[in-house]
């Protein structure tokens, strides 16, 4: 059974500074997703892994894929309020050919 | 110009009770899913559909069923509902070929409660 594990489940910053959230996963996969969701709201995708090594950055948000290890990890540069939500990270595989997601990180970010 | 749209927005009704969900993409994806974020926010995968082939969760009720009238939309019909169905429910589409790489792109959600 594929399982995907994120941590921290909850996370509290300041502004500026810099932090990073975890994604491992049990089984072989060969594509990982980050999404983020706001309250009340759906999911923003942010990011698709597809290959060992890989990295993409966004603004003050960067993902990077360590297929071997089973990692993926979420990098937040100098904080801003805005970027406070929940994050997730999903696997491809599972049940139903869907995505199977870790429980995400409610990351929250105090001026 | 909203990509995967989903109606109702909230849905609350009582125990017992049959109700559905109407999902539709303009993407021109090729596979819908259903998701189920329940109070804690654990997303789980219901099922997954193309115009070929649906795919359940083995873990999903079978009061629980999708119906597709065509490519653009799933619907998620819910029979005899019970308490421990109320939660947010989503759906997905994706293109499974040309580099899209499966993302998943999310509808709105519908809350559903039941009393």
């Known amino acids: 059974e594929l399982k995907v594990e994120q941590n921290p489940l909850f996370l509290s910053m300041q502004e500026g500074k810099n932090y990073t959230i975890y994604c491992n996963y049990s089984?072989?996969?060969?594509?990982l997703y980050w999404y983020r969701q706001d309250p009340g709201k759906s999911l923003e995708s942010l990011f698709v892994?597809?290959?060992?090594?890989a990295v993409k950055q966004e603004g003050r948000l960067m993902a990077s894929l360590d297929t071997k290890a089973r990692l993926s990890t979420l990098h937040i540069t100098a904080a801003v309020h805005d970027l406070s939500a929940t994050y997730f990270c999903?696997?491809?595989?599972?049940?139903?050919?869907?995505?199977?997601f870790g429980k995400g990180t409610h990351l929250i970010i105090q001026p | 110009d909203t990509a995967v749209s989903q109606t109702p927005k909230y849905l609350v009704t009582q125990m017992g009770n049959d109700k559905s969900i109407k999902c539709e993409q303009n993407?021109?994806?090729?596979?819908m899913y259903w998701y189920k974020q329940d109070s804690k926010k654990f997303l789980k995968i219901m099922f997954s559909?193309?115009?070929?082939?649906?795919?359940i969760n083995e873990t999903v009720p079978n009061r629980f069923s999708p119906k597709s009238p065509d490519k653009a939309h799933l619907n998620l019909h819910i029979n005899s509902l019970e308490l421990g169905d109320s939660a947010v429910y989503f759906c997905?589409?994706?293109?499974?070929?040309?580099?899209?790489?499966?993302?998943?792109?999310f509808g709105p959600g519908t809350r559903l409660t039941v009393l």
């Open positions: 997905a589409s994706s293109k499974i070929a040309g580099g899209s790489y499966n993302e998943q792109f």
């Open positions: 089984t072989t996969s060969d594509r």
């Open positions: 892994l597809l290959s060992n090594g």
């Open positions: 999903a696997v491809k595989g599972g049940g139903a050919d869907g995505l199977t």
């Open positions: 993407l021109g994806h090729d596979t």
């Open positions: 559909y193309n115009n070929k082939e649906l795919i």
